[in-house]
């Protein structure tokens, strides 16, 4: 018997309770004032101490005097004359004390104690504590229960004896759950699918999360894992693709870790065709892939079922068609050739030269209208997390100065390393940048403010550097507390023109871009830097894209995230035809 059938019929009416619920707020004339917002729950002793009041924080408060003056009945004379209502005092202290009362009752105490539990992974003391509640009848929410089922689930470095308690106990928590007519959510089904994961029933995991689906929820994609990787691991490869294809109806975009998992699965079971499909969605979505990711298509191309695969001949025009619709490096018409694989490891020269094949590496055009909309959503963003009428103000500043071929990140440059900032590191490559313009002119500097004054700033050459990078145009202080990354980045996207910095772009700013388009423009944008003593080198974006390519001819090439294109080389899994196989194709 299933265990959603453990579920009183409440559960199933779950979606249709949102629906009214969600009926029922749009009918509110306005959204509720930001103070009445559920604030987070601290995990903090200093939450839990009892609230004193300053004696300066009085609610005592003058009352106007009336101006004898002015006649009772005079308009000019009433705001004067009504008094400012007071506030009631009892009403704090009453929200305050029941605040205190919620924090100090069973359920608040409890709700404590298992955080911290949470916190510290110690599932035997979490199950401590539900028994106890359970024998004091104390109420369990639904935070109660997803706090128990996350650490019977998931058990960090726990014994083989801890993970068969918490297989055991999961379950049982689970059902509980449903007898208490506690509607669960999404946490709550992913905890129990891993639960099931672990109890190695992939049909249970995947089961949970099509209920997730008929009562409303929508599945994550940590929701599917335990489903799909279970299904992986067993080698049951119709099964899989039944969870892929669930997970692309549902909107959810697999990451590496599942697309690896489902190519090593059909890699075993030498299903060349969905080897193929899965390589141009590792492609489209990661570009590039980790050393175990690599090391399967390294497996896959070394096989003998990949040395059968493929045609001998083939329309050129209808492969040639498929680059240029695909935008280039790909074609999508399947595996070109026969005959073994040449496979192996391999470097890209300046130009995107193979060193191991040979074969030249293509650049992928971005579509102009993908760069308009970034451009505007990273306006929005930028809006959102920085004072409104500060970005503004540097939008127009740069609709009035721009555009720029180059626009430089002042203090990763100045402060490359560098204890204190340096104005004659920046300068250089201001000059160096200017020269390399094909308009000559000066590229724009983006400086926090508190660079331009004090400090280094003061020093007098700087401050004619400062003096003459402001007179020309090209220097822009941006306010006090503000992110300069927000900055530098919407000029440079917006100008269409080069970044000079060494940032990687990885921190959580850049997360929140949210889009495959960033890493692209990074790609073809980003001007990365050296210095010596004849001064700075400039590494400019490469000729090529960093991104798995198929050949016209049939070839592979797959980046890997190994190497810089710096202090290091990239390394490449670089897959072809036998020398042999490639010349007969290519005369013929």
Request: net charge positive; glycine share 6%; charged share 25%.
């Amino acid at each position: 018997m299933p265990l959603a059938a453990s579920f009183p019929p409440s559960l199933f009416r779950y979606a249709s309770f949102r629906s009214s619920l969600s009926k029922t707020l749009s009918l509110l004339p306005l959204p509720l004032p930001s103070r009445y917002a559920r604030r987070p729950f601290s995990l903090s002793y200093s939450s839990r101490r009892p609230f004193h009041k300053h004696p300066s924080r009085s609610s005592f408060r003058p009352r106007p005097m009336p101006n004898p003056s002015l006649s009772p009945l005079s308009t000019d004379a009433a705001p004067a004359l009504i008094p400012s209502p007071d506030p009631d005092p009892t009403a704090a202290v009453s929200t305050r004390s029941k605040k205190k009362a919620r924090r100090e009752s069973p359920e608040g105490l409890l709700r404590y104690h298992l955080d911290m539990c949470s916190k510290r992974s110690d599932l035997p003391e979490a199950l401590r504590l539900y028994d106890a509640a359970r024998a004091a009848s104390t109420s369990l929410s639904l935070h109660h229960y997803n706090v128990l089922l996350y650490l019977c689930s998931s058990p960090s470095d726990a014994t083989d004896d801890t993970r068969a308690l918490g297989l055991e106990r999961g379950f049982e928590i689970f059902r509980q759950m449903g007898a208490d007519a506690v509607s669960p959510n999404e946490a709550t089904f992913t905890s129990v699918a891993r639960l099931a994961a672990a109890k190695e029933d992939a049909d249970l995991a995947f089961d949970l999360v099509k209920q997730m689906s008929s009562v409303g929820i929508p599945p994550k994609l940590r929701s599917y894992g335990p489903a799909l990787f279970g299904f992986c691991k067993k080698g049951e490869v119709e099964k899989a693709h039944d969870v892929e294809a669930h997970m692309a109806a549902a909107g959810v975009v697999l990451e590496e870790p599942e697309l690896a998992a489902l190519l090593r699965l059909n890699v075993e079971k030498g299903r060349a065709d969905d080897v193929y499909r899965l390589l141009h969605r590792l492609r489209a979505i990661v570009r590039r892939v980790s050393e175990s990711t690599a090391a399967i298509a390294e497996e896959w191309f070394s096989s003998d079922a990949a040395a059968e695969v493929g045609v001998e001949e083939w329309d050129a025009g209808k492969v040639k068609e498929g680059v240029v619709k695909g935008g280039g490096g790909w074609h999508g018409q399947g595996w070109l050739g026969k005959g073994r694989w040449s496979v192996g490891r391999s470097e890209m020269d300046e130009n995107g030269v193979c060193r191991r094949c040979g074969e030249r590496l293509v650049c992928i055009d971005i579509d102009p209208q993908e760069t308009e909309d970034f451009v505007k959503s990273l306006a929005s963003l930028a809006s959102q997390r920085e004072v409104k009428t500060d970005f503004m103000g540097f939008q127009e500043w740069l609709n009035r100065h721009g555009p720029f071929d180059a626009v430089i990140d002042a203090a990763n440059v100045g402060l490359y390393k560098q204890h204190n900032f340096s104005f004659f590191q920046l300068n250089s490559v201001v000059k160096g940048m200017r020269q390399m313009s094909p308009s000559k002119k000066m590229p724009l500097i983006i400086l926090h403010c508190r660079r331009v004054k004090g400090g280094p700033a003061d020093n007098p050459n700087n401050k004619k550097l400062l003096e003459t990078w402001q007179k020309a145009g090209a220097l822009y202080a941006t306010p006090p507390g503000s992110n300069d990354d927000w900055y530098w980045l919407y000029a440079a996207v917006s100008c269409r023109s080069l970044l000079v910095t060494n940032d990687e772009m990885r921190d959580h700013l850049f997360e929140l871009l949210g889009t495959s388009f960033f890493p692209r423009w990074k790609e073809k944008h980003q001007v990365r830097l050296t210095f010596s003593r004849k001064g700075p080198s400039f590494h400019m974006p490469p000729p090529y894209s960093i991104v798995i390519q198929e050949s016209e001819g049939g070839s592979w090439h797959i980046p890997t995230v190994l190497g810089d294109d710096i202090e290091t080389p990239r390394q490449w899994v670089c897959a072809t035809r036998d020398a042999n196989t490639v010349s007969s194709l290519s005369h013929a």
